[in-house]
């Protein structure tokens, strides 16, 4: 079974479309996360959610909208794309454990185009 | 505001060659580090960790050493494999205090050829 999964895999679209990303996690985890990977292979956090609470909120422009309908989910709301959104983008998912350094795993990352 | 450094790639090596990866960072207080690894076509996978100064992280022949003096978490492999071929990334993190966010450095690729 996967453990944090997205759809779609591959996104291809116009610049000024609309587009969502979907993340699953079936660990019981209670934080989910979004991080952006550029060209370059640089990542950097967008969002986090902790119990369906906005927990980060990084320098994203607004066009970015996370929604986390229940904390098993976590999807990536993008509008007016613009071609520098061209990026993979991945969920993560964690368990809270006060103390403890709480593991990160990922989803095999969702791989955006605009053209 | 923190960061991580870390050597640029591509590494190319051998089979069985000695791989190093530089890592250093920046931060206040006391970071949790770690390195990531991301295989072609995969998400990251946590490789190993380490909590505080002093603590060696090891897992699959890996291991790097958290050394506050020089604010570096490099990682180190005696003997690599053509199957280590993959992006590594150095990571800190602040814990619940800063969100639990993990801070990357820019990626190392390593190509490892038979």
């Known amino acids: 079974d996967t453990a944090v999964s997205q759809t779609p895999k591959y996104l291809v679209t116009q610049m000024g479309n609309d587009k969502s990303i979907k993340c699953e996690q079936n660990l019981g985890h209670d934080t989910m996360y979004w991080y952006k990977q550029d060209s370059k292979k640089f990542l950097k956090i967008m969002f986090s959610y902790n119990n369906k609470e906005l927990i980060i909120n990084e320098t994203v422009p607004n066009r970015f909208s996370p929604k986390s309908p229940d904390k098993a989910h976590l999807n990536l709301h993008i509008n007016s794309l613009e071609l520098g959104d061209s990026a993979v983008y991945f969920c993560?998912?964690?368990?809270?454990?006060?103390?403890?350094?709480?593991?990160?795993?990922f989803g095999p990352g969702t791989r955006l185009t605009v053209l | 505001g923190d960061s991580v450094t870390q050597m640029e790639g591509p590494v190319t090596l051998s089979e069985e060659a000695f791989l190093t990866i530089n890592c250093t960072y920046t931060a206040t207080g006391y970071p949790s580090l770690f390195w990531y690894v991301q295989y072609p076509g995969e998400g990251l996978q946590l490789l190993l960790k380490?909590?505080?100064?002093?603590d060696k992280g090891s897992n699959k022949g890996f291991e790097a050493t958290y050394r506050k003096e020089t604010t570096s978490f490099h990682l180190e492999k005696g003997s690599v494999q053509v199957s280590d071929s993959a992006v590594y990334f150095c990571?800190?993190?602040?814990?619940?205090?800063?969100?639990?966010?993990?801070?990357f450095g820019g990626g190392t690729r390593v190509l490892v050829k038979p």
């Open positions: 380490a909590t505080k100064a002093d």
């Open positions: 993560a998912s964690s368990q809270e454990a006060p103390g403890q350094f709480n593991e990160q795993f």
């Open positions: 990571a800190l993190s602040k814990g619940k205090a800063a969100g639990n966010k993990l801070t």
